[in-house]
């Protein structure tokens, strides 16, 4: 079993900055994909940046140029950095993990709520 615990949410004016974490522990693999997704009241759980073991962030057509995500392998953690924050990206952002070989198993954290006000 995996845990994943997130913190770092907030309410900020438009146009500023958070910066979200994520720890993981218990049976984490080395050869994981982490990812941060959020959902906003009345709408789908989207993808927000994912980053695949040993390959680059990739980022949703809304937030490339503004949020950054990073990983450390070692300490089993993610982070999340968002700047020029918008309205819309207000919401309960989740971080996610999945592992494993011929089966793949998929972790939530228990979200973290972002509010930018305009």
């Known amino acids: 079993q995996v845990q994943l615990v997130e913190s770092g949410g907030g309410l900020v004016q438009a146009g500023g900055s958070l910066n979200l974490s994520c720890i993981a522990s218990?049976?984490?693999?080395?050869?994981?994909?982490m990812a941060w997704y959020r959902q906003a009241p009345g709408k789908e759980r989207e993808l927000v940046a994912r980053?695949?073991?040993?390959?680059?962030?990739k980022y949703a057509d809304s937030v490339k140029g503004r949020f950054t995500m990073s990983r450390d392998n070692r300490k089993n953690t993610m982070q999340l950095q968002m700047n020029s924050l918008k309205p819309g990206d207000s919401a309960v952002y989740y971080c996610h993990l999945e592992q494993g070989l011929a089966i793949k198993t998929a972790y939530w954290g228990q979200g973290t709520q972002v509010t930018v006000s305009s």
């Open positions: 980053m695949v073991w040993g390959d680059a962030a």
């Open positions: 218990g049976s984490v693999s080395p050869l994981n994909d």
